[in-house]
């Protein structure tokens, strides 16, 4: 069985200014309130890490997707695997982050696809957390996206 959270924002700037922001993995904790640490290269077959914080404030948490898509200006998609005690298929969780043009602007839509023995008793608690979590993250990107300010050279 599996179980989908899917949410989207508007914003004001190219598909390819997106784009730019989306694969700088390194400056994601300069504006994804919750990522605090992010390494790796969008490339197909790749690892990306990222540090999140943990429901407890004690703690946090590492996540290593793996990069299954990018099509560049257009989708970027990964997917993570909770495969605890070597046992595959308990917890997958796949992201995908797709652009597309709408107005003058794009509209980006975040996507989470959990599948899994676990997936039943966990999506809710996943949803509870993970709702709140993208649509700052949508604000974040927006924020970050249409409050930078193009340098012109003087002439």
């Known amino acids: 069985m599996a179980y989908e959270l899917r949410t989207f924002v508007d914003i004001d700037a190219t598909p390819e200014r997106v784009w730019q ?3 700088d993995v390194a400056a994601y904790p300069q504006w994804n309130p919750f990522v605090t640490s992010a390494e790796g290269t969008y490339a197909v077959g790749s690892r ?26 257009r989708r970027l998609r990964s997917r993570g695997r909770w495969d605890r005690f070597g046992i595959p298929g308990l917890f997958d969780a796949e992201h995908i982050l797709t652009i597309t043009p709408h107005g003058a602007g794009v509209r980006l839509w975040q996507e989470e696809r959990i599948r899994g023995l676990l997936a039943p008793l966990l999506t809710r608690s996943v949803n509870r957390l993970r ?10 990107l927006k924020d970050r996206i249409e409050g930078r300010q193009p340098t012109h050279p003087d002439l």
């Open 21 to 23: 922001v989306l694969i």
């Open 48 to 73: 990306l890490s990222f540090i999140v914080p943990s429901p407890s404030a004690l703690s946090r948490v590492t996540v290593r997707p793996t990069v299954l898509e990018v099509t560049p200006y």
């Open 131 to 140: 709702l709140p979590a993208f649509n700052a993250m949508n604000a974040a």
